[in-house]
């Protein structure tokens, strides 16, 4: 391995091209999403630049989690950037398991990063990984079926409302249904969407002492209200659906809305994979009048892991994917509505992007999300789909296989509440909080 | 009379088990269908069995996405390197306790056998930090020494309950003849052990090619096997079945070939000592 | 006969397998005890270089007090129980159907045995994506096709759809192995059976089957082993929900997802007592037909 790096590093060192002082072939973990494979695409791009060879390491994304966690704890060493989440980057920026990313060129412009996204990828002010892209939720909606149903969908709707409008555009003969939405077991999954809807009826995972909130009045009237809602006008097996199931529902014609990523706008209005691309309306997320909505913030970002030989073509790879230029790259080939969308304001006051029919409900739809104070009573955790504590990702995929298990039928709402406190009391307690 | 009875016979029981073979054998059958088709046909409703427009485009992306070649090669030199370096530990082993056994024979394989009950994600974190410390992360060496630990005790089983149907008889002939040990093993038990050797390194082949566990925690680029090639299409954004089927036929295409191509060997030696 | 030179040969050629093996079973097993002590959580900047608190047996005791745990347990046996039921029950059969005389015998054995080289992913996968989805799979349209509700697999019958799914990549071996030895059945103690006029349940009873159990064993041990640890079929399909979580699962939880390392070690402490309760039940059991 040594050997035929060293090998591939003096061959590349022949050619050696500007601006490079050595070329290194770098090792990047990252997550198999379309814009990552994208980006891929164009690593020559980056070698043609730099000189850099790139190695990828792709995985499905629960894979790629446990692959680069233990990495990291242990100080594997395997890799010389990885791809993680809002999530993650806080914790590990905390301690000190990443390259700080505080000396990045004046010509990269880090200033230009959305504050909402730099905000979530730093660690007291110091920011430990770049945005490559970055989402909120928001509704998104067949406007034929919204018509036949003869409503209107306002651009700031309640959860009654969704609720109504997903009863009226329920056709179980054609196979549409109303709403579709997240209730797969997992943190990231239908976890995350739960934690956010949550937000939006007053509820909150932990209460200041760190003592789990799953016995109140405000959970269980945001599951009661899922489950009602999913079992009137939701599809069959919802309770294992995630982003991916629900997307390819979607594309098929067989919602009539959905609450999802907005990333994932520019799959269902691009006509070669969607049957209905040409009648998909957006709308913020819902709320029910309490203060907060129920959109959540993430973003996907390349960190340098401490320790790496190689941070300087790492740095170069950074500033590389995550530039203006990189996205002017993929504008040029692909179009305006295929680049890495919700990382930079420039992004947003590009003529050319603002004619992207889901540019503004995007944008208005991350400005809208604040990680630091994301519930309607005071909580002690960043974050809103999550909290930012270590033991969050253990605990809500537990929690949420227990919610899971309710929305299949196989238990009421009231015991996997129940359960669900009792798992999150007892973790927090194994790990010291209480 | 009793002929045609026979052929009647005959005649239900190759349907009866071509259907259930046909069965058993679908869902590979649809994936390699599947990886033919585009994305929309592959989920079109009603399914589309034979009557679509077959296209090698799914393999193209696939190929262009990920170099296939490579890891094909980490799988082939892994499966094979721990396959026979575990063969070689274990012939010995198996000669003993197959000629020379003693009182605690079946205690010794059955302890081997229980190592296997070690449940691999509870030692995740101590081997991690193993390979860390030896610079064995990912290394093909590393993951040979791995595999073949993993499948000594099925290795040295099959090969015992083998050898132990070779009359001991021969043995001593040799013996008397004045061979060595080392003769003896190698110009007199071997070759007549060559069916059961063949069939045990068929089954351990196949085992350490499908090992999923640690050869994906344990690698990142250079020992990546098509075990981590398949994880990069596991799930990803939007339902691409074509793609999915295209990378499972490439990532099971190899060893079903050698399998079916070596059934007979495979078969005649997968007793374990079951016949007696 | 062996004699005391024959005697040290074979232990010193029997040394590097038990050697290694001691080794690969001691060093784990001894980190796993450790840290099984100790706080380690790695998320928490806990590492072996600065040094591990020592915390008695509280990880072991939360193990055992979580509500994960007992369900664990049961799924862990239902599944192995199930694999092995099927597996066997319908290997036996599927073994005396190919041992009839018949057309195309080889392909057809080419096709029962090939599921067992697709690899736990890859068929996880498939089932998962192409079979049991319940919109888009297979099953789904069958079912429509009847005029029935698909079935949602995965979450609904999520233990029998694992089952299932397992058994799949099972059923090849155990038919081989119980194929062989049908083969190597006496066919005239069976065609004298036949003779006296035993009706074929009897026949099945009194002399396929006796004849089998040895056979049978060897399925039995050998999954046994294998089954306890699957995990690919668990990860891809359900993620443990809808109490699919087995015990080896439950660790996998532990230590990744929750990156508690010393909960998870105290668990893995727990999974090794319990295959070895089943192993010497195993023995106890079957041992005898094992003459090894």
Same mark, same amino acid.
């Given at each position: 391995?040594?050997?035929?790096?060293?090998?591939?590093?003096?061959?590349?060192?022949?050619?050696?091209?500007?601006?490079?002082?050595?070329?290194?072939?770098?090792?990047?973990?990252?997550?198999?999403?379309?814009?990552?494979?994208?980006?891929?695409?164009?690593?020559?791009?980056?070698?043609?630049?730099?000189?850099?060879?790139?190695?990828?390491?792709?995985?499905?994304?629960?894979?790629?989690?446990?692959?680069?966690?233990?990495?990291?704890?242990?100080?594997?060493?395997?890799?010389?950037?990885?791809?993680?989440?809002?999530?993650?980057?806080?914790?590990?920026?905390?301690?000190?398991?990443?390259?700080?990313?505080?000396?990045?060129?004046?010509?990269?412009?880090?200033?230009?990063?959305?504050?909402?996204?730099?905000?979530?990828?730093?660690?007291?002010?110091?920011?430990?990984?770049?945005?490559?892209?970055?989402?909120?939720?928001?509704?998104?909606?067949?406007?034929?079926?919204?018509?036949?149903?003869?409503?209107?969908?306002?651009?700031?709707?309640?959860?009654?409302?969704?609720?109504?409008?997903?009863?009226?555009?329920?056709?179980?003969?054609?196979?549409?249904?109303?709403?579709?939405?997240?209730?797969?077991?997992?943190?990231?999954?239908?976890?995350?969407?739960?934690?956010?809807?949550?937000?939006?009826?007053?509820?909150?995972?932990?209460?200041?002492?760190?003592?789990?909130?799953?016995?109140?009045?405000?959970?269980?009237?945001?599951?009661?209200?899922?489950?009602?809602?999913?079992?009137?006008?939701?599809?069959?097996?919802?309770?294992?659906?995630?982003?991916?199931?629900?997307?390819?529902?979607?594309?098929?014609?067989?919602?009539?809305?959905?609450?999802?990523?907005?990333?994932?706008?520019?799959?269902?209005?691009?006509?070669?994979?969607?049957?209905?691309?040409?009648?998909?309306?957006?709308?913020?997320?819902?709320?029910?009048?309490?203060?907060?909505?129920?959109?959540?913030?993430?973003?996907?970002?390349?960190?340098?892991?401490?320790?790496?030989?190689?941070?300087?073509?790492?740095?170069?790879?950074?500033?590389?994917?995550?530039?203006?230029?990189?996205?002017?790259?993929?504008?040029?080939?692909?179009?305006?509505?295929?680049?890495?969308?919700?990382?930079?304001?420039?992004?947003?006051?590009?003529?050319?992007?603002?004619?992207?029919?889901?540019?503004?409900?995007?944008?208005?739809?991350?400005?809208?999300?604040?990680?630091?104070?994301?519930?309607?009573?005071?909580?002690?955790?960043?974050?809103?789909?999550?909290?930012?504590?270590?033991?969050?990702?253990?605990?809500?995929?537990?929690?949420?296989?227990?919610?899971?298990?309710?929305?299949?039928?196989?238990?009421?709402?009231?015991?996997?509440?129940?359960?669900?406190?009792?798992?999150?009391?007892?973790?927090?307690?194994?790990?010291?909080?209480? | 009379?009793?002929?045609?009875?026979?052929?009647?016979?005959?005649?239900?029981?190759?349907?009866?088990?071509?259907?259930?073979?046909?069965?058993?054998?679908?869902?590979?059958?649809?994936?390699?269908?599947?990886?033919?088709?585009?994305?929309?046909?592959?989920?079109?409703?009603?399914?589309?069995?034979?009557?679509?427009?077959?296209?090698?485009?799914?393999?193209?992306?696939?190929?262009?996405?990920?170099?296939?070649?490579?890891?094909?090669?980490?799988?082939?030199?892994?499966?094979?390197?721990?396959?026979?370096?575990?063969?070689?530990? $274990?012939?010995? #082993? %198996?000669?003993?306790? =197959? @000629?020379?056994? *003693?009182?605690?024979?079946?205690?010794? !394989?059955?302890?081997?056998?229980?190592?296997?009950?070690?449940?691999?994600?509870?030692?995740?974190?101590?081997?991690?930090?193993?390979?860390?410390?030896?610079?064995?992360?990912?290394?093909?060496?590393?993951?040979?020494?791995?595999?073949?630990?993993?499948?000594?005790?099925?290795?040295?089983?099959?090969?015992?309950?083998?050898?132990?149907?070779?009359?001991?008889?021969?043995?001593?002939?040799?013996?008397?003849?004045?061979?060595?040990?080392?003769?003896?093993?190698?110009?007199?038990?071997?070759?007549?052990?060559?069916?059961?050797?063949?069939?045990?390194?068929?089954?351990?082949?196949?085992?350490?090619?499908?090992?999923?566990?640690?050869?994906?925690?344990?690698? $990142?680029?250079? #020992? %990546?096997?098509?075990? =981590? @090639?398949?994880? *990069?299409?596991?799930?990803?954004?939007? !339902?691409?079945?074509?793609?999915?089927?295209?990378?499972?036929?490439?990532?099971?295409?190899?060893?079903?070939?050698?399998?079916?191509?070596?059934?007979?060997?495979?078969?005649?030696?997968?007793?374990?000592?079951?016949?007696? | 006969?062996?004699?005391?030179?024959?005697?040290?040969?074979?232990?010193?050629?029997?040394?590097?397998?038990?050697?290694?093996?001691?080794?690969?079973?001691?060093?784990?097993?001894?980190?796993?005890?450790?840290?099984?002590?100790?706080?380690?959580?790695?998320?928490?900047?806990?590492?072996?270089?600065?040094?591990?608190?020592?915390?008695?047996?509280?990880?072991?005791?939360?193990?055992?007090?979580?509500?994960?745990?007992?369900?664990?347990?049961?799924?862990?046996?239902?599944?192995?129980?199930?694999?092995?039921?099927?597996?066997?029950?319908?290997?036996?059969?599927?073994?005396?159907?190919?041992?009839?005389?018949?057309?195309?015998?080889?392909?057809?054995?080419?096709?029962?045995?090939?599921?067992?080289?697709?690899?736990?992913?890859?068929?996880?996968?498939?089932?998962?994506?192409?079979?049991?989805?319940?919109?888009?799979?297979?099953?789904?349209?069958?079912?429509?096709?009847?005029?029935?509700?698909?079935?949602?697999?995965?979450?609904?019958?999520?233990?029998?759809?694992?089952?299932?799914?397992?058994?799949?990549?099972?059923?090849?071996?155990?038919?081989?192995?119980?194929?062989?030895?049908?083969?190597?059945?006496?066919?005239?103690?069976?065609?004298?059976?036949?003779?006296?006029?035993?009706?074929?349940?009897?026949?099945?009873?009194?002399?396929?089957?006796?004849?089998?159990?040895?056979?049978?064993?060897?399925?039995?041990?050998?999954?046994?082993?294998?089954?306890?640890?699957?995990?690919?079929?668990?990860?891809?399909?359900?993620?443990?929900?809808?109490?699919?979580?087995?015990?080896?699962?439950?660790?996998?939880?532990?230590?990744?997802?929750?990156?508690?390392?010393?909960?998870?070690?105290?668990?893995?402490?727990?999974?090794?007592?319990?295959?070895?309760?089943?192993?010497?039940?195993?023995?106890?059991?079957?041992?005898?037909?094992?003459?090894?």
């Amino acid at each position: 391995m040594k050997l035929s790096n060293a090998l591939r590093a003096a061959t590349a060192l022949s050619v050696m091209t500007t601006g490079a002082a050595f070329a290194d072939t770098i090792t990047i973990a990252t997550v198999n999403n379309g814009d990552m494979i994208r980006m891929q695409g164009y690593t020559d791009d980056f070698t043609a630049k730099t000189g850099h060879d790139v190695e990828w390491v792709t995985l499905e994304e629960n894979v790629l989690r446990q692959r680069v966690t233990t990495d990291i704890t242990t100080k594997g060493g395997a890799f010389d950037i990885m791809t993680i989440g809002m999530y993650e980057t806080p914790i590990w920026g905390a301690n000190g398991w990443l390259v700080p990313l505080d000396n990045l060129s004046a010509e990269y412009d880090a200033g230009d990063i959305l504050p909402a996204m730099a905000g979530g990828l730093s660690h007291e002010g110091t920011l430990y990984a770049a945005p490559f892209y970055g989402e909120s939720s928001m509704i998104m909606y067949r406007t034929d079926l919204m018509e036949k149903a003869g409503m209107q969908m306002p651009d700031a709707p309640t959860w009654d409302f969704i609720r109504e409008a997903a009863a009226a555009m329920t056709d179980r003969d054609n196979e549409i249904n109303g709403i579709c939405l997240r209730g797969k077991a997992g943190w990231g999954e239908g976890g995350a969407f739960i934690t956010a809807m949550s937000n939006s009826f007053g509820a909150r995972w932990f209460d200041m002492e760190w003592n789990a909130q799953f016995d109140t009045d405000a959970w269980a009237n945001t599951l009661n209200f899922y489950k009602g809602m999913m079992d009137e006008s939701g599809p069959a097996g919802y309770a294992t659906n995630g982003f991916n199931e629900n997307l390819s529902l979607f594309q098929q014609g067989k919602c009539g809305m959905w609450i999802d990523a907005t990333v994932a706008a520019s799959f269902v209005t691009n006509p070669s994979d969607s049957t209905v691309a040409d009648s998909v309306g957006f709308a913020l997320a819902p709320d029910t009048g309490l203060g907060k909505r129920s959109n959540w913030l993430w973003a996907w970002a390349l960190a340098i892991p401490a320790g790496t030989q190689k941070q300087d073509a790492a740095t170069q790879f950074i500033e590389w994917a995550t530039s203006k230029d990189y996205i002017e790259l993929v504008a040029a080939k692909e179009g305006w509505a295929n680049v890495p969308p919700g990382a930079r304001t420039s992004l947003y006051e590009n003529e050319n992007y603002k004619s992207v029919p889901f540019a503004q409900m995007t944008l208005d739809s991350i400005l809208s999300a604040d990680p630091n104070n994301s519930t309607v009573e005071p909580s002690p955790y960043v974050g809103i789909q999550f909290a930012a504590i270590p033991e969050f990702a253990g605990i809500a995929t537990e929690v949420s296989q227990e919610f899971s298990a309710a929305y299949a039928g196989q238990q009421s709402v009231e015991e996997a509440l129940a359960k669900a406190q009792a798992i999150t009391n007892d973790a927090m307690e194994a790990a010291g909080y209480r | 009379m009793a002929r045609a009875a026979t052929t009647q016979r005959k005649a239900l029981n190759t349907a009866l088990a071509w259907l259930i073979g046909f069965l058993i054998f679908f869902p590979i059958l649809w994936t390699i269908l599947t990886s033919f088709k585009t994305e929309a046909q592959a989920i079109a409703s009603p399914p589309i069995f034979l009557n679509f427009d077959w296209t090698l485009e799914n393999y193209s992306v696939v190929q262009e996405r990920s170099d296939y070649m490579r890891f094909l090669w980490n799988s082939i030199i892994l499966a094979g390197g721990s396959t026979i370096l575990g063969t070689m530990i $274990a012939i010995p #082993a %198996a000669w003993s306790m =197959a @000629f020379v056994p *003693s009182k605690r024979t079946k205690d010794i !394989l059955l302890w081997m056998l229980s190592t296997k009950m070690l449940p691999a994600v509870g030692v995740l974190y101590p081997i991690y930090l193993l390979f860390i410390q030896l610079g064995l992360l990912d290394s093909r060496a590393g993951l040979v020494i791995v595999l073949m630990l993993i499948n000594l005790p099925i290795i040295v089983w099959m090969l015992y309950t083998y050898f132990r149907e070779i009359p001991g008889e021969i043995l001593e002939a040799a013996r008397m003849d004045g061979a060595t040990l080392k003769e003896e093993i190698l110009y007199v038990l071997t070759p007549m052990a060559i069916p059961g050797i063949a069939s045990t390194l068929l089954l351990n082949f196949i085992l350490a090619w499908n090992e999923a566990f640690w050869t994906l925690n344990l690698t $990142a680029v250079d #020992a %990546a096997p098509l075990t =981590a @090639f398949i994880a *990069s299409y596991s799930s990803p954004e939007g !339902l691409f079945f074509a793609k999915l089927s295209a990378a499972s036929t490439m990532a099971i295409a190899p060893i079903l070939i050698l399998g079916w191509f070596s059934q007979k060997q495979l078969v005649r030696g997968l007793t374990f000592g079951a016949v007696k | 006969m062996a004699t005391q030179h024959s005697r040290s040969a074979a232990r010193l050629m029997m040394a590097p397998a038990v050697i290694l093996l001691l080794g690969w079973m001691l060093v784990p097993l001894t980190m796993t005890l450790f840290f099984s002590f100790k706080k380690y959580l790695p998320l928490r900047g806990d590492s072996v270089a600065n040094g591990l608190e020592w915390v008695g047996f509280a990880n072991y005791a939360r193990f055992l007090s979580s509500s994960s745990f007992w369900p664990s347990v049961q799924a862990t046996l239902i599944i192995v129980g199930g694999v092995l039921v099927i597996t066997i029950v319908f290997g036996i059969l599927l073994a005396i159907l190919l041992d009839q005389p018949m057309w195309g015998q080889g392909v057809v054995r080419i096709m029962v045995i090939a599921p067992f080289f697709v690899m736990p992913t890859v068929s996880a996968l498939v089932w998962k994506n192409m079979f049991m989805d319940p919109t888009n799979g297979i099953l789904a349209h069958l079912w429509k096709a009847f005029g029935a509700e698909p079935v949602q697999w995965l979450s609904q019958a999520s233990l029998p759809s694992l089952i299932l799914i397992v058994s799949w990549q099972w059923l090849p071996f155990a038919t081989l192995i119980l194929l062989t030895a049908i083969q190597s059945l006496d066919s005239e103690q069976l065609e004298a059976a036949e003779m006296d006029g035993a009706p074929v349940l009897k026949r099945f009873w009194f002399i396929i089957l006796p004849h089998l159990s040895r056979a049978i064993t060897i399925v039995i041990l050998i999954q046994t082993i294998f089954l306890l640890a699957i995990f690919a079929e668990i990860f891809v399909t359900t993620g443990g929900a809808f109490g699919t979580k087995t015990l080896s699962y439950l660790i996998f939880q532990r230590v990744l997802e929750s990156q508690n390392v010393g909960l998870g070690s105290a668990g893995g402490v727990y999974a090794i007592i319990l295959a070895n309760i089943l192993a010497v039940l195993l023995m106890r059991v079957v041992g005898k037909n094992l003459d090894a």
